[in-house]
């Protein structure tokens, strides 16, 4: 079955810098844009980073010039670097799977990982 297995999240002190991972399975990693989201507690959920199937990204402004997402197809794997964190990145981080097909958005979602940015 369809999987995203987040990790990478924990405690760092504001400046500091985090990696998530996201492992996908079940489906054709390749054919999917990947993206990162992020759900602080009483905020709705917002995105971060999208990496398109060729490669293609874009950033929220609050994050640009801090983060940077990839991808490794040979491992079903999204990253997000993120660097220089400030206490407001704290929020549960979410992968998602997104694909076009049928003449609709295929989706898949993983559980999160926490990030938490304090002193």
């Known amino acids: 079955q369809v999987q995203l297995v987040e990790s990478g999240g924990g405690l760092v002190q504001p400046g500091g810098s985090l990696r998530l991972s996201c492992a996908a399975s079940?489906?054709?990693?390749?054919?999917?844009?990947m993206s990162w989201y992020r759900q602080a507690p009483g905020k709705e959920r917002e995105m971060v980073a999208t990496?398109?199937?060729?490669?293609?990204?874009n950033y929220a402004d609050s994050v640009k010039g801090r983060f940077t997402i990839s991808r490794d197809n040979a491992k079903n794997t999204v990253y997000l670097q993120m660097n220089s964190l400030k206490p407001e990145d704290t929020a549960l981080y979410f992968c998602?799977?997104?694909?076009?097909?049928?003449?609709?958005?295929?989706?898949?979602w993983g559980q999160g990982t926490q990030v938490t940015v304090s002193s």
């Open positions: 998602r799977a997104r694909r076009w097909v049928l003449s609709t958005y295929e989706n898949y």
């Open positions: 079940g489906f054709t990693f390749s054919n999917y844009a």
């Open positions: 990496i398109t199937i060729g490669g293609a990204t």
